[in-house]
């Protein structure tokens, strides 16, 4: 029987399967200020991460379980007792925990991944799940490659984890093969042939390998699925999970065809995004939907024309609506501190009263080199501060020479090592790489740069640098970032930046090896 109550579970899995996205890792700060911005938004769960995965999963796990208070915080488990149990341990201290364990269910991952029969697979399913339930009353199943799974054997796991104690059973699009009359067919057969399914609530778990990522999750939405699990700008393995912002926008924008609720705060939807991007360093296109560059900006003649008589004519939703204002002119060199501090608190920064003094003398140098500060550039500019506490390597100074063939450009650069200062000068073929080749120097390291990214935070020719930096060393990556409104200093900040994730890294893994 399809569930009368209309309101959607939203799931979000950004730290867990959008983490799992090459060279998208997080550390630990910056899980909790994405966990921070999903529950303000009002997230209902957050899954935080795979606890078994390694020691930094599971402290993030566990640490977000102690200051989540209004979302179900989720840890991922496999179904072997060392996973749920480890499980278990992270989130204990939530005010409302999950525990969300997966088993393959697919003929082919059964046979060639597993190496199970499907009578083992089943009596798995069963065992795990009733372990899972000793530790919480909130246990999701998944059945992993379900929309490649026969139907029959399908009904017979789904039934079997109900029985267990599952409360949620989520159906993945692992591979994003589905297309959205098959999928809701496939929801609508669940509802139709598992007996027990009225004491459960279908989720589904949708990837974007075909594109069909959202369209499939609103059709199973439409087939009585009452959680979708998604991510924050379609972060996720390969191509990535369904859009949080498409399916929340689709379900406020068509409410006369998709009569269902949410408890997300829609005006969240940017800085999340801008959050998310920004951490990871993987830039949204620009005419990606709802948080693209792109997504409310008219170029056309007509289109202005059009939107000057009525916004209705180019406009399905208001850029208010996700969160967008037009970007103003905020503070001038002469704001005062008190403005400062109150437009942090408008723009969603809870700092304490040393930071706000280390943000206020940056934005007053900003002020000085960069003619109009708009909320972007405060946004940036906050961000870049909080990343940089505790960084074991500072950039002091730099210079840097252009030149041409003859005449190679040449960098002179400045840090400041655990206290101490060194210096160097370094050539390179561009200002970029020169500039890189010292901070080598000054501190000889293995680590390849995988991504050097540059973005111009605002337009103008004095727009702020915002620049991402992925280091990769022993298979471990990090992303640094930084602005500035010089490119080239941004450039060496976000270098810096990546360095200093790396010790702290390094640190956790073998606390003897602090040297280069
Ligand atoms: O894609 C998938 O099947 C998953 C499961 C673990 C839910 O991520
Ligand atoms: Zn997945």
Redesign the pocket.
Known sequence: MRPKNNKIVIFD?TL??GE?SPGASMNLDEKMRIASVLEDMGVDVIEAGFPIASVGDFEAVHEIAKVVKNSTVCG?ARATQGDIERCAEAIKPAVRSRI?T?ISTSPLHMEYKLQMTPEKVLEKVTESVTLARNFTDDVEW?A???SRTEHEFLYRCVEAAIKAGATTI?I???VGYAVPSEFADLITSIFNNVPNIDQAIISV?C?NDLGLAVANSLAAVGAGARQV?CTINGLG?RAG?AAMEEIVMALRTRQDLLPYSTDIKTEAIIKASRLVSTITGFTVQPNKAIVGKNAFAHESGIHQDGMLKHAGTYEIMTPESVGLTESKLVLGKHSGRHAFKEKLIDLGYDLGDNAVQDAFARFKDLADKKKDVFDEDIMALVDDEIMRTNDRIKVVALEILCGTVHNPPKSTLTLDIDGEEKSCKSTGDGPVDAAFNAVKELFPHEARLQLYQVHAVTGGTDAQAEVTVRLEENGRTVNGQAADTDTMVASVKAYINALNKLLVKREKSAPSALSA
């Open positions: 899995t867990r399967d799992q991922l969300h997966f998944s992993e490659d379900g989520n993945p699009d692992t778990h990837h699990e393995e999970n």
